[in-house]
């Protein structure tokens, strides 16, 4: 809104938008009283005197607007020109065709300048109406024409100068009356505009500080009527839901993938009276899903009439990821305390067996039946041998052995083995992006290695009729990012909670114990993992190694990029 600036006694901004309009009135007012007059009096349609004042005033009105731009800094005077050119031009049209009834033009002018100008620029403009008008019934105006005749005389007649003295007290009263009047509405309708102005400034100040507070806003806020048609979406939330205001303004709420329609009823029904707290999974704009905790609560008016609804949300992803990775912490904590001592007391009985087993089967060649069962027992003890050492790994893992090398090197040349293994079938489509292809990291090359192995063999597996896999390194936000996604048969919400627990294997022939391990070097070398899948849509888990280890480990050697196979 602009601000007006105050002239004394006159409202500048918009005075030429004003002064147009009385240009317009005054054409419209004259018209008005012009037209009347001639039907009234039809043969001074032919008047030469009338024509010559119609085209008068068309010609003062194109005047005007001339005026307008030269005079557009100074308003009060073109203001002052305008009324003055309407006085003389209304006291030339009472002499010349001697019709006193033009007077009550005087009023309108009067009446106007009370908008435009001071109380006393008023009054001095109900003056000169007055003056001129006297001029203008007692022919003073001839005057002008020859200054040294004598004044026209009064009239003789005792009534018709009663009536005369009449005629002029009452226009004086009038004039004056009228100026007064119209000054005092003009100076309180000034006054009130003023006041109303102010507040809507103040409207508009509350309005863009209340408007810059909620986009300020780190929540999103969404706001809908009873109906739950959206009304707002703040910046905050069409960064949560990957959704701008444009698209799901004047939907219904289920367009925010916070919640379905059912469910917005179920809520709306259940917030009679309170505030609703929860949290769920939101299906975002760009088809990723995030959980969100949410609070809905109602829009009311002053009088605390209910106009619609609020619902205020936060991304809660991280911490839910937070929260899982702390309780996975712990439940590895507590599993590698008994672990070592767990495995030496299996490991050790399960040699003794599997060296008697190979024995009995020695002497059984000739028994086929039992040579079978001898056979199962030490593939199976075989296996539990794998089982044990896995674990001993997971709970008791060696030194690690920290050392300068390309680890973008060390991914070519494990993509390259991982082509020519018996991992990969022929229905498997193994592709690579590491950019670039050079990159130095101080880590245990074997330990990063195994990460790599134990994440490749699992999306191979998951991928048994077939699919792509694809292996991503680069450099992220200070961190090395390796990235497997593959296309197969993807993970729950409940799989993907437990995925690095011991002993949970999704494959036939598992020990439970793959991931578990690659959660512990990721770990210890203080990086970041990251699981994203849903079911049939295939999966991607994404590891984030930092260049440099805490200033207390120690760098014992110092390796060489490994070549890159051809």
């Given at each position: 809104m602009a601000l007006e600036k105050s002239v004394p006694g006159f409202q500048v901004a918009g005075h030429n938008t004003r002064l147009l309009w009385l240009i317009g009135i005054r054409m419209l007012v004259v018209a008005s009283v012009t037209i009347p007059y001639l039907l009234y009096n039809p043969d001074r349609v032919s008047d030469p005197t009338l024509q010559f004042f119609i085209a008068l005033t068309s010609i003062l009105s194109l005047l005007y607007i001339v005026l307008l731009k030269p005079l557009a800094r100074y308003p009060e005077i073109e203001a002052y020109v305008q009324f003055s050119g309407d006085l003389i031009f209304i006291t030339l049209l009472i002499y010349k065709l001697d019709a006193t009834s033009f007077s009550i033009l005087y009023i309108f002018i009067i009446s106007v300048a009370a908008v435009f100008l001071r109380r006393t620029g008023v009054l001095i403009v109900a003056?000169?109406?007055?003056?001129?008008?006297?001029?203008?019934?007692?022919?003073?105006?001839?005057?002008?024409?020859?200054?040294?005749?004598?004044?026209?005389?009064?009239?003789?007649?005792?009534?018709?100068?009663?009536?005369?003295?009449?005629?002029?007290?009452?226009?004086?009263?009038?004039?004056?009356?009228?100026?007064?009047?119209?000054?005092?509405l003009a100076r309180d309708a000034a006054r009130s505009e003023e006041r109303l102005r102010k507040k809507q400034l103040d409207l508009s100040y509350l309005q863009g500080l209340y408007g810059d507070v909620i986009q300020s806003m780190s929540s999103g806020l969404v706001i809908t009527d009873l109906d739950g048609t959206i009304l707002?979406?703040?910046?905050a939330g069409e960064e949560i839901l990957r959704r701008s205001e444009a698209e799901i303004a004047g939907s219904h709420f289920e367009r925010t993938g916070i919640l379905t329609r059912d469910r917005w009823q179920q809520y709306i029904s259940e917030s009679e009276g309170s505030t609703i707290r929860s949290e769920g999974e939101c299906l975002r704009g760009d088809g990723t899903v995030s959980h969100l905790g949410f609070t809905l609560t109602h829009l009311t008016d002053p009088d605390g009439a209910r106009q619609g609804y609020i619902l205020l949300f936060q991304d809660l992803s991280d911490w839910k990821a937070l929260q899982e990775q702390?309780?996975?912490?712990?439940?590895m904590a507590a599993i590698g305390q008994m672990a070592a001592g767990l495995a030496h007391e299996v490991g050790n009985p399960l040699a003794a067996i599997s060296g008697s087993v190979q024995m009995l089967a020695d002497g059984l060649r000739g028994d086929f039946s039992r040579s079978k069962l001898v056979e199962i027992i030490l593939k199976e003890?075989?296996?539990?041998?794998?089982?044990?050492?896995?674990?001993?790994?997971?709970?008791?893992?060696?030194?690690?052995?920290l050392a300068r090398f390309d680890i973008a090197a060390m991914l070519a040349e494990d993509i390259e083995l991982l082509r020519n293994s018996g991992d990969v079938r022929p229905h498997h489509n193994i592709e690579a992006e590491i950019e670039p292809s050079s990159a130095m990291i101080h880590a245990d090359f074997d330990q990063i290695s195994q990460i790599f192995w134990n994440l490749v063999r699992n999306a191979l597996q998951a991928?048994?009729?077939?699919?792509?896999?694809?292996?991503?390194?680069?450099?992220?936000?200070g961190y090395y990012r390796m990235q497997f996604r593959d296309t197969g048969i993807g993970m729950t919400e409940e799989e993907r909670a437990r995925l690095f627990h011991p002993f949970k294997s999704f494959f036939d022939g598992g020990t439970g114990l793959g991931m578990a391990i690659v959660y512990r070097i990721v770990e210890e070398h203080g990086g970041k993992i990251r699981v994203d899948s849903e079911p049939h849509r295939g999966s991607r888990i994404t590891v984030d190694l930092p260049f440099r280890q805490p200033e207390s480990e120690t760098e014992t050697t110092t390796r060489e990029p490994p070549e890159i196979m051809s």
């Amino acid at each position: 809104m602009a601000l007006e600036k105050s002239v004394p006694g006159f409202q500048v901004a918009g005075h030429n938008t004003r002064l147009l309009w009385l240009i317009g009135i005054r054409m419209l007012v004259v018209a008005s009283v012009t037209i009347p007059y001639l039907l009234y009096n039809p043969d001074r349609v032919s008047d030469p005197t009338l024509q010559f004042f119609i085209a008068l005033t068309s010609i003062l009105s194109l005047l005007y607007i001339v005026l307008l731009k030269p005079l557009a800094r100074y308003p009060e005077i073109e203001a002052y020109v305008q009324f003055s050119g309407d006085l003389i031009f209304i006291t030339l049209l009472i002499y010349k065709l001697d019709a006193t009834s033009f007077s009550i033009l005087y009023i309108f002018i009067i009446s106007v300048a009370a908008v435009f100008l001071r109380r006393t620029g008023v009054l001095i403009v109900a003056g000169a109406a007055y003056l001129l008008y006297v001029s203008a019934v007692l022919k003073w105006i001839q005057l002008l024409y020859d200054w040294q005749a004598p004044l026209p005389p009064l009239p003789a007649d005792p009534a018709a100068m009663a009536q005369l003295v009449y005629n002029l007290i009452v226009h004086l009263v009038g004039f004056y009356g009228v100026a007064i009047l119209t000054s005092f509405l003009a100076r309180d309708a000034a006054r009130s505009e003023e006041r109303l102005r102010k507040k809507q400034l103040d409207l508009s100040y509350l309005q863009g500080l209340y408007g810059d507070v909620i986009q300020s806003m780190s929540s999103g806020l969404v706001i809908t009527d009873l109906d739950g048609t959206i009304l707002d979406l703040n910046r905050a939330g069409e960064e949560i839901l990957r959704r701008s205001e444009a698209e799901i303004a004047g939907s219904h709420f289920e367009r925010t993938g916070i919640l379905t329609r059912d469910r917005w009823q179920q809520y709306i029904s259940e917030s009679e009276g309170s505030t609703i707290r929860s949290e769920g999974e939101c299906l975002r704009g760009d088809g990723t899903v995030s959980h969100l905790g949410f609070t809905l609560t109602h829009l009311t008016d002053p009088d605390g009439a209910r106009q619609g609804y609020i619902l205020l949300f936060q991304d809660l992803s991280d911490w839910k990821a937070l929260q899982e990775q702390l309780q996975t912490q712990d439940r590895m904590a507590a599993i590698g305390q008994m672990a070592a001592g767990l495995a030496h007391e299996v490991g050790n009985p399960l040699a003794a067996i599997s060296g008697s087993v190979q024995m009995l089967a020695d002497g059984l060649r000739g028994d086929f039946s039992r040579s079978k069962l001898v056979e199962i027992i030490l593939k199976e003890s075989q296996r539990l041998d794998r089982t044990v050492k896995a674990f001993l790994q997971f709970a008791k893992p060696r030194e690690r052995n920290l050392a300068r090398f390309d680890i973008a090197a060390m991914l070519a040349e494990d993509i390259e083995l991982l082509r020519n293994s018996g991992d990969v079938r022929p229905h498997h489509n193994i592709e690579a992006e590491i950019e670039p292809s050079s990159a130095m990291i101080h880590a245990d090359f074997d330990q990063i290695s195994q990460i790599f192995w134990n994440l490749v063999r699992n999306a191979l597996q998951a991928m048994p009729g077939g699919g792509r896999l694809t292996i991503v390194g680069r450099v992220e936000n200070g961190y090395y990012r390796m990235q497997f996604r593959d296309t197969g048969i993807g993970m729950t919400e409940e799989e993907r909670a437990r995925l690095f627990h011991p002993f949970k294997s999704f494959f036939d022939g598992g020990t439970g114990l793959g991931m578990a391990i690659v959660y512990r070097i990721v770990e210890e070398h203080g990086g970041k993992i990251r699981v994203d899948s849903e079911p049939h849509r295939g999966s991607r888990i994404t590891v984030d190694l930092p260049f440099r280890q805490p200033e207390s480990e120690t760098e014992t050697t110092t390796r060489e990029p490994p070549e890159i196979m051809s």
